[in-house]
């Protein structure tokens, strides 16, 4: 018999979606003709761009000859795209060598297995509320996570604590599920304690593309040290509309160096490009031509028109939550906004009354983590139209409370 890992018994049940589904079915069923609208996932809606189709196509049509035909290509991706991606990382001001972008089919997948990096003896900080992959990976692992609240106080941004060390830290900017975003002087506090606590930190960037202001940081490695204490995540999923076509890219650069117990110095790039190389077979030509056209600018421009619809959803929830007086975070430089649940209901709660009442799905904030109890998550993910009709019945229905 196999001795199983039995850290997996140490996973919550990943119910939220799967109960989300089925409150909603059972509601649908017992009203029938009533439209429900859901702003709950966390998925794009928006076709992709012309650009991104036309790569995609050129893929496809070099597969049918024989003498641009493409076999298994270079675990890290394609010089083409990590040169794209370079590039696209300097036209916002930052410099990152093409040598250390890794690409994959997504950003879930490197930040889950970006862990198998690090032993267990490790003190991990993650954020509540958070993306549940950082929680759930480790927890596979059989590794202990102290928690950083993310709370109204400190805007859903934690800060480090100097007097406690850890090794590894988990952030995610703009955030998921809170839309908070870090500064660069709240990312340079990060960087200096990671670079006195000998520590690395895991930076998940997904949502970059979503920022407006250009005082706001896209990528850590606009903080000055950042390369010597952090890897970046990135996907294609939110910026052009990946997450059925699936690409990501994360940066592991070279100076990212420790020392090993034995006095060996071990190097982070190095070990990623093994674990990649033997456990992965890299992301299909054809999709990597899609994701080079999203980073000429032409294609990132065609993007940009999706963002600015989803921007355009967020303003009128964010709108309807002013008038209304809710206290929320995020639906500026995110597509996601995060508010107090009205009258200090509990989030399931709260998800009942709104679906009963108002036929509007979101995501309760329990699902990601402690801290989220009282909170509610919106996307603006939806169709303009229904967007505007599920805020018309929210403000009829709220207004009233
Ligand atoms: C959507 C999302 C990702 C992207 O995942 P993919 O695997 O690239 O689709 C990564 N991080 C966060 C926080 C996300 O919300």
Same mark, same amino acid.
């Given at each position: 018999?196999p001795?199983?890992n ?10 939220l ?6 409150r909603?079915a ?42 641009t035909f ?15 991606? /370079? $590039? &696209?990382? =300097?036209?916002?001001g ?6 250390? +972008?890794?690409?994959?089919? #997504? !950003? *879930?997948?490197d ?19 958070v993306?549940?992959?950082y ?12 928690y950083?609240a993310?709370?109204a ?23 998921n ?5 870090y ?8 960087v200096?304690?990671?670079?006195a ?7 998940d /960037? $997904? &949502?970059? =593309? ?8 896209r990528? +850590?490695?606009?903080?000055? #040290? !950042? *390369? ?17 076509t699936?690409c ?10 420790f ?12 070990m ?5 190389s033997?456990?992965?077979n ?5 999709v990597?031509?899609?994701a ?27 709108d ?23 009258? #200090?209901?509990e989030?399931w709660a ?15 904030g329990?699902g990601f ?5 009282n ?26 409370v």
């Amino acid at each position: 018999m196999p001795k199983l890992n039995e850290h997996y018994q140490n996973l919550k049940e990943n119910y939220l979606f799967a109960e989300i589904a089925r409150r909603v079915a059972a509601y649908q069923e017992a009203h029938p003709d009533q439209k429900v609208i859901r702003l709950g996932i966390g998925d794009v809606t928006r076709p992709l761009g012309a650009r991104a189709i036309e790569g995609l196509h050129a893929g496809v049509e070099a597969m049918g000859s024989a003498d641009t035909f493409m076999g298994y290509g270079p675990e890290q991706g394609y010089a083409f795209l990590r040169e794209a991606i /370079s $590039a &696209y990382y =300097a036209r916002n001001g930052v410099s990152v060598d093409a040598e250390d +972008i890794f690409i994959s089919d #997504g !950003a *879930k997948s490197d930040t889950g297995n970006i862990s198998e990096l690090f032993d267990v003896d490790n003190v991990i900080l993650i954020p509540d509320p958070v993306y549940p992959v950082y929680v759930d990976s480790n927890i596979m692992g059989g590794k202990q996570i102290a928690y950083m609240a993310g709370n109204a106080e400190n805007g859903f941004l934690p800060m480090p604590d100097a007097s406690v060390h850890a090794d590894i830290i988990y952030l995610c900017s703009p955030n998921n599920p809170t839309g908070a975003v870090y500064n660069k002087e709240q990312l340079k506090v990060w960087v200096d304690y990671a670079i006195a606590n000998e520590a690395v930190i895991l930076f998940d /960037s $997904a &949502y970059e =593309a979503f920022i407006t202001d250009p005082e706001l940081p896209r990528s +850590i490695y606009a903080v000055e #040290g !950042a *390369k010597r204490c952090a890897i970046e995540f990135c996907s294609l999923s939110k910026t052009a509309g990946f997450t059925g076509t699936r690409c990501g890219y994360c940066v592991v650069p070279r100076e990212l160096t420790f020392t090993a117990s034995n006095g060996t110095v071990m190097s982070l790039h190095a070990m990623w490009n093994r674990r990649q190389s033997t456990k992965f077979n890299g992301t299909s030509y054809i999709v990597q031509k899609g994701a080079e056209a999203v980073f000429s600018e032409e294609g990132m421009r065609q993007c940009q028109e999706n963002i600015s619809y989803y921007q355009e959803n967020a303003r009128v929830i964010a709108d309807t939550l002013t008038k209304l007086g809710i206290r929320f975070f995020g639906g500026v430089h995110s597509p996601y906004i995060w508010f107090e649940c009205p009258d #200090g209901m509990e989030s399931w709660a709260f998800f009942d009354y709104l679906l009963s009442n108002a036929q509007v799905v979101g995501t309760p904030g329990a699902g990601f983590g402690e801290n989220g109890r009282n909170y509610f998550r919106l996307t603006s993910f939806g169709s303009r139209e229904n967007t505007i009709e599920a805020m018309q019945r929210f403000e009829k229905l709220l207004a009233a409370v």
